[in-house]
């Protein structure tokens, strides 16, 4: 499969049944990765949040219809945003997880926002993949045992969508 097969589109309330089901289809590994807690599963009022999260937005990637994918910023500061991703056990390495990061990095450009972070556990250099196969720029730093991938946004940028 390529990312061409599969529509990236922004995330609203009506999503949340869609996104919780995503997150139940993902493994406790990916479910660890993308919290940095152990957990079986991801409460109802956490999705609703991730989906419409207060000081930012979402994005869902769907194939056939069928959400394969999550990614959410959320405003860190005035120029900052932070971004965590999640994409179904079945679906990773093809491609998902960097468009969805590409088009959050798109859109906090447009919203001016000058620097997006990644955090990740310390040895999940997955992460830096996803940040280089976006085509961004990663800045990895190692910060209270976790790995902080810094990536600069030039302001207003929309070019970011177009790849």
């Known amino acids: 499969m390529t990312t061409s097969l599969v529509r990236t589109r922004p995330a609203g309330p009506a999503d949340v049944d869609t996104v919780q089901a995503l997150h139940d289809r993902c493994s406790p590994d990916a479910l660890h ?33 069928h959400v394969v994918g999550h990614g959410c910023a959320g405003e860190l500061s005035a120029h900052v945003v932070e971004v965590g991703l999640i994409v ?9 997880g960097a468009r969805l990061l590409r ?9 001016g926002y000058r ?14 993949r996803t940040v280089r196969r976006a085509g961004l720029e990663a800045h990895p730093v190692l910060s209270d045992g976790l790995l902080e991938v810094v990536v600069p946004l030039p302001a207003g940028r929309t070019d970011l969508l177009a790849g």
Do not use: T
Not at 88 to 96: H, L, P, T, V
């Open 88 to 96: 179904e056990d079945a679906q990773q390495g093809r491609g998902i």
């Open 33 to 65: 990765r993308r919290f940095h807690v152990p957990m079986a599963r991801v409460p109802r009022r956490v999705v609703e949040q991730l989906v419409s999260p207060r000081r930012g937005w979402s994005v869902v990637a769907e194939q056939c219809d």
């Open 115 to 128: 620097r997006l972070i990644c955090l990740a556990e310390a040895d999940n250099d997955q992460v830096l």
């Open 103 to 111: 088009d959050l990095a798109a859109e906090a450009s447009a919203r």
